[in-house]
């Protein structure tokens, strides 16, 4: 079983930056592609961003493209998502998952899931 713990949420202002980490034990962390959804009150869970295992490929919703950043330590079995220019929209529990497969954009392409963070953007 490969294990994922989020950390680094929490409430910051509109236009604020936070730093989510994701960090993974149990099995070779160069053997999965890795992803970010999120998911708001009432919500389906979307998708956010992914990374190949090599860290060459990276994809991003079209909603937080340019504003955050994707990236992974394959030495230190971790994955970051960069948040810059927070909106309250962006305002979810965070999930980082791992897939064997590639980096796909939908819930079902991956294997397993972390217990997620709470991410709040104020007005």
């Known amino acids: 079983q490969l294990q994922l713990v989020e950390s680094g949420g929490g409430l910051v202002q509109a236009g604020g930056s936070l730093r989510l980490s994701c960090a993974a034990s149990g099995r070779t962390f160069t053997n999965y592609a890795m992803g970010w959804f999120r998911q708001a009150p009432g919500k389906e869970r979307e998708f956010v961003s992914a990374?190949?295992?090599?860290?060459?490929?990276?994809y991003y919703a079209a909603s937080v493209k340019g504003r955050f950043t994707i990236s992974r330590d394959n030495a230190k079995g971790t994955v970051y998502l960069q948040m810059n220019n927070l909106k309250p929209e962006d305002t979810a529990v965070y999930y980082c998952?791992?897939?064997?497969?590639?980096?796909?954009?939908?819930?079902?392409?991956?294997?397993?899931w972390g217990q997620g963070t709470q991410v709040t953007v104020s007005s």
């Open positions: 990374i190949s295992w090599s860290g060459f490929n990276k």
């Open positions: 998952a791992a897939t064997l497969g590639p980096p796909v954009t939908f819930t079902t392409g991956y294997d397993y």
